[in-house]
């Protein structure tokens, strides 16, 4: 009867919903997957991490919607939009209740909404389970999908790093200049078919890196390549190439990047490792190269990998071969630290690429069942060099040598409105990290999460992205506290409070120390038009006084808070506005108060007879110094990801066109520049510019066939 009452209810429902759950336009698709990184971007407060790998998780539902009644538990979770107890719930209604038949229907499953739904309308239909369709070589060519990337971007004025420099100085220090063109390149071409098939090829040259010639020879700096395959009988997953292998809480193992940052997704703490994925990003070292393959039987999976591949590293040793009477030495390379910036434009950055080969040997096991599962994690790496850090008090109980290992037990269990999960792990030195937790859906407005994580000073992780503080998962303890109440249709209300200490010594901190971090936003919707958010964070970390006194450097609390105030306003399907106020202040010990302020106003316009988009930003700073300094999520081209560090006093402007040639060409042209009213020089280094200005251009062109 219940089921005969819902179908009853669609045509009023879908009537009434019209407007609130619809099949969007891609650009309208591509707002809500960069609203989801814009959180986890400004989260993470650093300029330089690529995305690109979370965005690529969920751009596959462009082309390829997810089907709602055949998608796992591991195809929800990607979406990065459902907490764990609406991916219960909805397992739970499909049981119950048979397949979905509309999207209208979501709404009336218990933890979910009209808003939830119309986040997730773009990229799912609900259609009859049909099992996996068999692929033939008419369907690979008739349905799969093409696609080419070209990129070029520069910085426009003359830095240092470019600049002309005398001969004989340059012989003498020849580190004093990048060997390549200031121009940054990308490549990329990969063909698609639904979420079973992928196969392509990317290649980036970085500015001031050498293209054809010198230590170049053959074109791009970083090539990466891969073939995946999913669905395919008993194998859930082949990868060959280049890839990523993602496994429980990110705790035992994790290569990439995890959506378990801290931010207004407040109860979005609990990850699941969808074990193996293509890689098709540009960072140069978040990735497995080699194969690997996932085979299914019954409830339990089984994953294996290998991964063999040259890692950037500086070294410090270069042991020449010796020879005696009756004995030979082999070479030892020995290196004081892995280098992860991807940059090879100085003799001494190219000298230290791939200067050692580092092998991942790994397996999970998987067992599922109903609303239990369990999965047990273990990896061992080596490399063919020694690392020998330098000798840093607080990095003492860091790995060090030749090779490390991990194992792991993950665990995630639903019942009725709870989700318990957790991991525990223990690294070859003997050293221990537990992350447990609880996601508690008190009502259909109301949900809170509590997690519990202890990372001991000694844990040595081979590859990690579990949830904490601290950018390691080593030395820290600490308890978070996430709540998501929505007391109205139109309101939300999202805080969180994260009590944490680092009982070891830390990078400017030469004592154990403490803090918090507590995070509180309202946001309001009144309309599907316009967006209202109010947020205001406040963290506090110890940290060493800037000046010895009687020769010790003793631990002072530095506060940092931060209030914004953001509204979006979408004038018409051709107009959207968005304008910030933002305030941050920062002091440590008993220095000076440190004070920035933001302020900016964004556009976004689609002209209505000609397919051309421009978006533009005009934004006015001032920040006392760096400490004090702001951060800003910017569009950007397809694929690419800006969020740029504002600090100093001045203005930041950036505007963009897109132009969709036709269904298969796409253009993108998009200049941004950083004017400074506080200096006369920019940057640091050989990418100081003589100037108050920073300019960049940047061109991208997408095929798709």
């Not at 990372?455 to 303890?477: L, R």
Request: charged share 25%; net charge neutral; glycine share 8%.
């Amino acid at each position: 009867m219940r089921r005969l009452g819902i179908m009853f209810l669609l045509l009023a429902f879908a009537c009434a919903a019209q407007a609130q759950v619809r099949r969007f336009d891609p650009d309208q698709k591509a707002n809500v997957i960069e609203q989801r990184i814009e959180q986890i971007a400004e989260a993470a407060e650093n300029e330089n991490i690529d995305y690109n790998a979370l965005f690529e998780q969920l751009t596959i539902y462009y082309d390829f919607p997810l089907n709602i009644n055949t998608a796992d538990v591991d195809d929800l979770f990607t979406l990065g939009l459902l907490n764990n107890y609406q991916i219960g719930q909805l397992i739970n209604y499909r049981k119950e209740y048979g397949p979905i038949l509309s999207v209208f229907e979501l709404p009336r499953i218990d933890g979910w909404t009209v808003e939830i739904a119309d986040l997730l309308a773009p990229f799912i239909v609900a259609e009859p389970d049909d099992g996996r369709e068999k692929i033939t070589f008419e369907k690979l060519k008739d349905y799969g999908k093409h696609e080419v990337v070209m990129r070029w971007q520069r910085i426009l004025e003359e830095q240092l790093g470019y600049s002309p420099i005398d001969d004989a100085e340059l012989e003498a220090n020849p580190n004093r200049r990048y060997l390549g063109s200031p121009d940054r390149l990308f490549f990329r071409y990969r063909y698609r078919f639904s979420d079973r098939i992928s196969f392509g090829y990317t290649g980036e040259k970085d500015a001031g890196e050498e293209f054809f010639q010198g230590s170049q020879p053959q074109g791009f700096d970083f090539n990466s390549a891969h073939l995946f395959l999913k669905d395919f009988g008993r194998f859930k997953s082949i990868a060959i190439g280049d890839y990523q292998a993602q496994f429980g809480q990110g705790l035992t193992f994790w290569s990439g990047l995890g959506f378990n940052r801290k931010s207004a997704f407040s109860t979005s703490i609990a990850q699941l490792g969808g074990g193996l994925r293509p890689y098709t990003s540009i960072n140069e070292n978040l990735f497995l190269r080699g194969a690997a393959t996932t085979v299914e039987a019954g409830n339990f999976k089984v994953t294996g990998f290998y991964s063999g591949k040259g890692i950037d590293a500086t070294v410090t040793t270069d042991a020449s071969t010796e020879e005696g009477e009756d004995t030979f030495f082999e070479p030892e390379i020995v290196v004081s630290a892995f280098q992860e910036s991807g940059f090879h434009r100085t003799p001494r950055e190219v000298a230290n690429k791939n200067a050692l080969f580092q092998e991942h040997f790994g397996g999970n096991l998987d067992f599922t069942k109903d609303n239990f599962h369990i999965g047990v994690t273990g990896v061992y790496m080596r490399i063919d060099g020694t690392l020998n850090r330098r000798n840093q008090e607080y990095s003492a109980f860091r790995f060090q040598g030749r090779e490390n290992a991990t194992m792991g037990i993950d665990y995630a269990w639903r019942y009725r409105n709870f989700f318990v999960f957790g991991e525990t792990a223990r690294s070859l030195n003997g050293g221990l990290a537990t992350i447990n937790g609880v996601n508690i859906n008190l009502h259909s407005r109301l949900s809170l999460n509590v997690t519990q994580r202890h990372y001991a000073k000694d844990f040595q992780p081979v590859a990690s992205v579990s949830f904490g503080e601290g950018s390691q998962t080593e030395n820290e303890t600490g308890i978070y506290a996430g709540l998501e109440f929505r007391p109205f249709s139109k309101w939300t209300v999202n805080a969180f409070i994260d009590q944490f200490r680092f009982p070891w010594l830390r990078f400017q901190t030469d004592a154990p120390s403490s803090g918090y971090d507590f995070f509180g936003q309202v946001e309001y919707n009144p309309t599907s038009r316009i967006n209202i958010y109010f947020r205001y964070r406040e963290r506090l970390r110890e940290i060493n006084t800037r000046e010895e006194v009687d020769r010790i450097r003793f631990l002072v609390p530095n506060p940092r808070k931060n209030a914004r105030i953001n509204f979006i306003y979408r004038v018409s399907r051709n107009l959207r506005l968005g304008s910030r106020v933002e305030y941050v202040d920062f002091k440590r010990g008993d220095e000076p108060l440190s004070q920035g302020y933001l302020v900016f106003q964004d556009i976004s316009y689609k002209l209505k007879k000609v397919p051309i988009t421009f978006t533009g930003r005009y934004a006015l700073f001032q920040t006392d110094n760096f400490d004090s300094r702001l951060y800003a999520y910017e569009n950007d081209v397809l694929y690419f990801f800006s969020i740029p560090a504002y600090s100093g006093r001045g203005t930041r402007t950036y505007l963009m066109m897109k132009y969709d040639i036709n269904r298969n060409i796409d253009l993108w042209v998009r200049w941004a520049q950083f004017y400074f009213t506080d200096r006369q020089e920019v940057g640091t280094g050989l990418e100081q510019i003589d100037g108050n200005t920073r300019s960049e251009i940047k061109i991208q062109a997408r095929f798709k066939f």
